[in-house]
């Protein structure tokens, strides 16, 4: 019972051999992210303002795919999205093709909050993000050096295909979050609001123009009274298997534990694709994945937290 | 051998007071396009075809809000976007912010079928379109006359409010406003939908869902979406799980408020509450208008893969029609 915090920086087959100059930065800033958003709920903040917090902070790692650090389109450009969701309202707000501002997130809220609209995109949510006054920088201020090498590896081994359910030719880049890496966050507070965050900079060498899962509310994000759910993986398989709502669905429709509707969507998703974090009402966590691993970190108000990538990454109490 | 099935629609959330021949009108190109998808299903046309090819119908009549006679966007413009999903393998495919592509519903598909994504939207989805060789047409062909009027009506409205489930206050001269500010839902002109009075809203969104004789479902929905949208506005036509959902048991397409079919993911609860609750179709439909919907518009068609048709609204009317293999066949405005 009492608050609980999930957060991730996306699934995907980061292998055991990630050295620790890759590892340790993530871990620290996940460490950094749960700690802020245990201190706001602790402070009593909202859930929907500790998971735009704690997304933020996320969004400003250039070692996570989200801001600063997004992966590059084929053009060599940045196009972020996110979406913000309050299990409570059921007001949501999303952005896509988001390329000069600071926190995505934000923007997200904003159209949550300031709209009569859910969802903007590409100039129509750059013209929102001027009218608000929101920070907007340089889109060079999203591009690192190591995401220029990515676009350059992923167009060498032709990452992106025609028919992306053929193999993939070529050899994955060695810190591979890259194809799959989202950040997310997810919140219960203690007066029992649910809410959900997500936000990424896509798939590395995507095609302009591209919406992948995340902006989209029931694919990436999805909050209501029962549970809020954040995803990360392919989008393409997200969006078609409805990940985030199916796990609140099958919770209000069969009954389900979140541990038992979280383990069941990602059973139904291809092997290697996806993974989530999910807070329940009751304070629950679950952060199942079928990748090699998922940056994740979680913090109830009993005591619990953990912070780890694969599977076998053990929790304190 | 399962037995096929369509429905179709083009739009809830329909004016009490819309002229008689503005009806017959409707229910004119709504038995074309039906009858087109009959006789497609006749012929053994998969799923997936057919619900194309009555989309693309009608999006080429100015008579619904998509493709020739979509709404327009607060600037003039006109934005489109579609979605379609096969329920064979949940393939899916979308587009938004199309401006130029004559059919936005056949470069949803190609999406789907000639890319690694799923969606894409404005420039990328229009640079999409001309490397696939779609027809495209000037902005100005997608604009009526009739539009350009609404727009104007909206506007003087002050539609789209900073939120539209807040009563109109401050009230000026338009008639129309005066009417909104009424908000009295479900009652003649007092309707409001998505902050526009319903005289104003007009029809909307055109869909198809269809289950064919090998018992594949398939559903296609799309739309210009809001009049008066701020330039960007995404709704939830595009939306797998929002605007359109297509698995094994059922096929679904959703139209009224954008906003509220997103927060219910109205067209994936259909079938979730199918496969999770065992509810046959129409009562899954009846299910989610009534019990999802919060305080939402909306209306939905749906089919089964064993070939029945359903389709439930919580508002003044859906311009619809429906036909299933044993004969019956329907096109209706009002419940």
């Known amino acids: 019972m009492g608050w ?36 706001a709920l602790q402070a009593g903040r909202t859930a929907l303002d500790v998971v735009e917090l704690v997304v933020r902070e996320l969004e400003n790692c250039p070692h996570f795919n989200a801001g600063r650090g997004s992966v590059l389109t084929t053009d060599g450009t940045v196009e972020m999205e996110a979406s913000i969701m309050d299990g409570t309202t059921m007001g949501c707000g999303a952005v896509s093709g988001v390329s000069t501002v600071v926190n995505a997130i934000s923007l997200a809220r904003l159209v949550m909050d300031k709209t009569p609209h859910i969802y903007l995109a590409f100039q129509g949510a750059e013209a929102f993000a001027r009218d608000q006054g929101v920070e907007t920088v340089d889109p060079s201020h ?16 032709n990452r992106v295909q025609i028919d992306y359910t053929q193999p993939m030719e070529g050899q994955p880049p060695k810190d591979d979050n890259s194809r799959t890496g989202t950040v997310g966050c997810v919140a219960v507070d203690a007066s029992r609001n649910l809410a959900s965050a997500t936000s990424t900079g896509g798939m590395v060498n995507k ?92 913090a109830t108000e009993g005591g619990y937290s953990e912070v780890g990538i694969w599977p076998d990454d053990g929790g304190e109490t | 051998m399962a037995r096929w099935a369509i429905a179709i629609h083009g739009g809830a959330g329909v004016d009490p007071n819309l002229p008689e021949h503005r009806q017959e009108e409707a229910k004119r190109v709504l038995a074309r396009c039906l009858q087109l998808g009959v006789d497609l299903l006749r012929a053994g046309t998969p799923a997936l075809d057919v619900v194309e090819a009555v989309v693309r119908e009608l999006e080429s009549d100015p008579c619904f809000n998509s493709g020739r006679g979509s709404a327009l966007s607060r600037s003039g413009s006109v934005e489109m976007e579609a979605s379609i999903m096969d329920g064979r393998g949940r ?15 056949s470069l949803a598909r190609r999406v789907m079928e000639k890319s690694p994504h799923s969606y894409l939207a404005f420039d990328g989805a229009e640079e999409f379109a001309r490397e696939q060789g779609l027809e495209v047409v000037d902005n100005s062909y997608f604009i009526t006359e009739e539009n350009v009027g609404m727009l104007k009506l909206a506007k003087e409205a002050n539609s789209i409010l900073f939120d539209y489930r807040i009563p109109l206050t401050g009230a000026d001269t338009c008639s129309a406003l005066a009417a909104a500010s009424e908000k009295n839902h479900g009652a003649g002109n007092g309707m409001v939908m998505n902050g526009l009075p319903i005289s104003i809203y007009a029809p909307e969104t055109v869909g198809c869902a269809v289950v064919d004789s090998t018992g594949a479902c398939a559903a296609a929905t799309s739309t210009g979406g809001l009049m008066n949208k701020m330039n960007g506005r995404i709704g939830d036509s595009p939306l ?96």
Not at chain 1, 21 to 32: F, G, H, I, N
Not at chain 2, 91 to 105: D, I
């Open chain 1, 142 to 157: 999203f591009i690192t050096e190591e995401n220029i090498d990515r676009l350059r590896q992923a167009k060498q081994a």
């Open chain 2, 91 to 105: 393939r899916c495919g979308a587009v938004s912010g199309v401006s130029t592509v004559k059919n936005p519903v």
């Open chain 1, 207 to 298: 095609m302009a123009g591209r919406i992948g899962d995340t902006p989209v509310i029931g694919a990436g994000t999805y909050a209501n009274a029962l549970c809020a759910v954040s995803a990360t993986g392919k989008g393409e398989a997200i969006i078609r298997h409805t990940v985030a709502r199916d796990v609140a669905a099958l919770m209000e429709h069969q009954g389900l534990t979140l541990r038992d509707a979280a383990e069941h969507v990602v059973a139904g998703v291809p092997r290697g694709n996806f993974g989530l974090v999910a807070v329940s009402v009751s304070g629950e966590i679950s952060m199942p994945h079928n990748t090699t691993g998922m940056f994740r970190a979680c």
């Open chain 1, 4 to 39: 609980a915090i999930a957060l991730h920086g996306g699934a995907g087959d980061i292998p055991r051999s990630l050295p620790p100059e890759r590892r340790e930065p993530r871990l620290a800033t996940l460490r950094r992210c749960l700690d802020l958003g245990v201190a």
């Open chain 2, 240 to 335: 797998i799980g929002s605007g359109t959902y297509a698995c094994k048991a059922c096929a679904v397409s959703c139209t009224g408020e954008g906003e509220a079919i997103i927060r219910s993911t109205l067209a994936r609860d259909v079938a979730a509450v199918m496969e999770y609750k065992g509810l046959p179709l129409q009562e899954a439909v009846d299910y989610c208008v009534n019990e999802r919907l919060d305080e939402g518009f909306a209306g939905l068609i749906a089919v089964s893969g064993t070939g029945e048709v359903a389709y439930g609204f919580n508002c003044t009317g859906m311009f619809r029609g429906c036909a299933t293999e044993d004969g019956f066949m329907e096109v209706g405005i009002w419940e």
